[in-house]
């Protein structure tokens, strides 16, 4: 299980693309030393081609120089490198060292990611109840996380089955984010937990 360090880059690399110039002037400004965790910055686009062509070892040195600073966001960065090869060999190890390191320091999202390492034991051993507590704190505002808790409470992973607490999370995904499994699993749910018909929910 792979995912983006930010779930809204799609939306960014496209507005970025659709004005080069744009984009441009955005990558020069990150050049700016003065600016804040500009190493992190600069790696992100790097990484992502905002502004630049993708160097993935130019943003592997720049996510290195930002974790020396203690920018916990470059090394949050610095953590997708090493496991997904970015710019250097596949090291699941470090890129759990560094995952936990910004979980540890209140980046929600690496603590997504730090669940999606205990759950497929990526540089540790595997360990799906932890990997359910992160995939919690990481909480519902977060698409990924939400949609795996609802089928975790579904198929008894990492915690035993709820049907009450899968339907809660069902509903999110669908509402906020049409989850294809909330479509097939909330009916079947509210018809297991003996839900009146016309109390059932409106998937339309």
């Excluded at 997904?84 to 190890?93: A, I, K, V």
């Excluded at 704190?137 to 607490?165: H, P, R």
Aim: charged letters at 30%; glycine letters at 4%.
């Amino acid at each position: 299980m792979v995912t983006y360090s930010d779930d809204t880059a799609n939306d960014v690399n496209s507005w970025l693309k659709n004005d080069s110039e744009n984009s441009k002037k955005i990558f020069d400004f990150t050049m700016n030393i003065e600016a804040e965790r500009y190493e992190a910055i600069l790696a992100y686009f790097y990484m992502k081609g905002f502004g630049r062509n993708k160097d993935y070892k130019e943003c592997l040195q720049w996510c290195k120089k930002g974790c020396e600073k203690k920018d916990i966001y470059a090394c949050y960065e610095l953590a997708f490198c090493y496991r997904d090869s970015l710019g250097t060999f596949e090291d699941y190890n470090k890129a759990f060292h560094y995952f936990n390191l910004a979980a540890s320091c209140g980046v929600l999202k690496a603590k997504r990611e730090l669940a999606i390492m205990y759950m497929d034991g990526m540089g540790c051993e595997e360990n799906k109840t932890k990997a359910f507590c992160l995939f919690k704190e990481a909480g519902e505002q977060d698409k990924m996380s939400c949609c795996i808790i609802s089928d975790c409470y579904f198929d008894d992973i990492g915690i035993e089955t709820n049907l009450v607490e899968a339907l809660k999370y069902y509903k999110i995904c669908w509402k906020k984010w049409e989850y294809p499994n909330a479509i097939r699993r909330i009916p079947l749910i509210e018809k297991r937990l003996g839900i009146p018909i016309e109390q059932r929910f409106n998937l339309r």
